[in-house]
């Protein structure tokens, strides 16, 4: 393919940009991850070294073995060959000994490689759990799932394969240009002039190559993230006839990647054909220069002597000369593994690098009983919580009685700074009310449960838990005493009792079948395969969206929380399930205090408050009758239709 016809391909974005460049702080990082595995690397760079010289010997050993044992044996009549047999010997001998390190670093790099890949893996794992719910709500999760597979992969290739090359082929060079020196230093300043050329050739592709590898790893994780968006909105992509539109949007993002594919490919292989060709080019001219001055008798200059260059001496030569032009092509070569490591490091790293979720807060959630009228912290679970705040001016400790009283006062909030989404929200939740929040979609509904769980901040206003300002409380606590059925499901791999004791990993089977029965779960639970031990997978696909609803419920009664939150809880039940289901929350929402969200105006009529939402403003509050006597925007929205879409 001609530069021409490459750079046809290249989409115009793309030109004209910056060549790819090692980034030293990038690497130091990555290196950082090694020393753990100090004794092995040392082991490896032995094995490299021996391995290399191993190499080199033999190349040398084809000097002696024509000049000292092949050339005195011509001619003659009753020739000895043990001399002969015994150079072989010895030559094999050396190989055998290359091959074994060779075959040791490359066993021992694998090792070294998969140990700091988990490292890498586990650190980002833990470090993704520390992460804000914004961090996830603004990157998809296909392109997550990329630092993990792709990224990993890359930097796999590069520490298995690419690093013991590079330490390989630097160590011959050193070795075999001082091997060059020792025989003929005309014929080396001949090799060190063509190297000149060859590196001004092969580094200008490298860095195009390089440039193309980066990007092709960004839009990797590009299309990785369409995809997975994709797959889980098939049924969407159905239902609307999307299917040439995603096409389209996959097809873009293809292209482009098939571009950077295409580039840093196509600027790859031309590397090493380049190499061997520039190669052969110096094998040929080393020959016919050696062979003059060995013909015409030239004083040869070499490190440790001085005469006449001899046959040996060039065939080793020549034979040094292919063993060095080949490390330096395999170098060059590596270089696009590099690439594709540093770009996948850096992701990485920009990852780990994630500003984990803040959390200033110092007052704790804990077991609680009355012991002599006084509140007690205990191990057991009681059913009665407290909060307990430590005082650093005397290091004492004081416990307030968890009720579930939440107020919010004169809140704003916007998901960024230029766009406010809540006005001058006040909310006064009494322990064991049942407050809920009706709206159309985009009113701020969600957004208000949000704050209470302190996924985001408020920019202004204050929002109190029992009298405490929720900055001031741990968010594993805070988050511990709120219990969250969401409108989306997600069920996790594991058997339906697993999944049932997500949020209480201690609960026992009989809490859990209870739990299940309050929500109304049993029943269909008994008819599955193997029942509550029923394995699911793929976020209990066999499930209909109401069967999964039932165990989403199930699993907030088992974790048994002051306070409740059901967002759209039942929309995905049909009406008749709903009623039963509707009878079992009501008991589990007995003597807690809990916040609703529905469209189906039929689920809040008996709630003690009922808030109206409209862009981000709470216009109307009361109980149901007393907003339908009002004859405001709750009356005619359920005398309208009861459902808001």
């Not at 049993?522 to 999964?548: A, C, H, K, W």
């Not at 509050?621 to 239709?641: N, P, V, W």
Request: proline residues 3%.
């Amino acid at each position: 393919m001609s530069k021409k016809e490459l750079m046809e391909q290249e989409p115009a974005h793309m030109r004209k940009k910056p060549a790819f460049k090692l980034n030293g702080m990038v690497m130091g990082r990555l290196f950082g991850y090694m020393k753990p595995f100090k004794v092995q690397l040392v082991f490896v760079a032995v094995s490299i070294v021996l391995s290399s010289v191993a190499s080199v010997a033999s190349s040398l050993f084809i000097k002696t073995l024509i000049d000292d044992y092949i050339m005195p044996l011509i001619g003659v009549e009753n020739p000895d060959f043990s001399g002969l047999i015994s150079a072989i010997t010895g030559m094999i001998v050396i190989f055998l000994v290359g091959i074994i390190c060779t075959l040791c670093y490359n066993r021992l790099m694998a090792n070294v490689s998969q140990g700091v890949l988990k490292n890498i893996r586990d650190e980002m794992f833990s470090h993704m759990q520390t992460l804000p719910i914004k961090y996830f709500d603004t990157h998809t999760h296909g392109d997550v799932m990329s630092y993990y597979t792709n990224d990993t992969d890359a930097l796999r290739q590069m520490i298995s394969q690419t690093l013991p090359q590079v330490l390989a082929s630097l160590v011959t060079i050193v070795s075999v240009f001082a091997s060059m020196l020792s025989i003929s230093i005309w014929l080396t300043l001949i090799v060190v002039a063509f190297l000149v050329v060859m590196f001004f050739t092969t580094g200008k592709i490298a860095a195009r190559s390089g440039t193309y590898f980066m990007r092709q790893q960004k839009s990797l994780g590009n299309i990785n993230g369409y995809i997975e968006e994709m797959i889980n909105g098939q049924r969407v992509v159905k239902v609307f006839c999307h299917e040439d539109k995603a096409k389209e949007g996959f097809d873009e993002k293809n292209v482009d990647l098939s571009a950077c594919n295409c580039l840093a490919n196509a600027y790859a292989n031309v590397l090493m054909p380049v190499n061997n060709c520039m190669g052969y080019v110096l094998y040929v001219i080393i020959a016919v220069v050696g062979g003059i001055l060995t013909i015409n008798g030239v004083t040869n200059i070499a490190c440790f002597s001085l005469g006449v260059l001899t046959l040996g001496s060039v065939a080793s030569f020549l034979q040094l000369s292919r063993s060095f032009i080949g490390p330096i092509g395999q170098v060059s070569q590596q270089l696009n593994s590099v690439a594709m490591a540093m770009a996948g490091a850096e992701r990485i790293f920009t990852l780990l690098d994630e500003k984990s979720e803040t959390d200033d807060g110092y007052v704790t959630l804990v077991n609680a009983k009355y012991e002599n009228g006084q509140l007690t912290e205990t191990p057991e679970r009681t059913h009665l919580w407290a909060w307990k705040h430590p005082h650093t001016a005397d290091g004492s400790v004081t416990y307030t009685e968890l009720k579930g009283d939440i107020v919010l006062d004169d809140v704003d909030f916007g998901y960024t700074p230029d766009k406010t989404v809540l006005h001058n929200i006040d909310v006064y939740a009494q322990p064991g009310q049942k407050v809920a929040f009706v709206g159309a979609t985009g009113a701020g509904k969600t957004t208000i449960t949000n704050l209470i769980n302190r996924f985001y901040d408020i920019a202004d206003g204050k929002i109190r838990y029992d009298g405490i300002n929720i900055n001031k409380i741990k968010k594993d606590d805070l988050r511990r005493s709120l219990g969250v059925v969401l409108q989306d499901v997600n069920l996790f791999t594991g058997t339906v009792m697993d999944n049932l004791r997500y949020g209480k990993p201690d609960a026992t089977d009989e809490e859990c079948i209870a739990a299940a029965k309050l929500a109304n779960a049993d029943g269909f639970i008994r008819m599955l395969p193997e029942g509550y031990n029923t394995v699911l997978s793929g976020d209990g696909s066999g499930l209909s969206q109401g069967q999964r609803q039932l165990i989403s419920i199930a699993r907030a009664a088992v974790a048994d929380p002051p306070v409740m939150i059901l967002d759209e809880a039942t929309s995905s039940i049909d009406t008749h399930t709903e009623e039963i289901v509707q009878r079992g929350m009501d008991a589990l929402m007995e003597g807690r205090t809990v916040f609703v969200i529905a469209h189906r105006l039929s689920t809040v009529k008996n709630s003690d408050v009922i808030m109206v939402l409209d862009h981000g403003r709470i216009i109307e509050r009361g109980s149901h009758e007393k907003l339908i006597a009002e004859k405001g925007q709750y009356y005619r929205l359920y005398t309208g239709a009861f459902e808001l879409e």
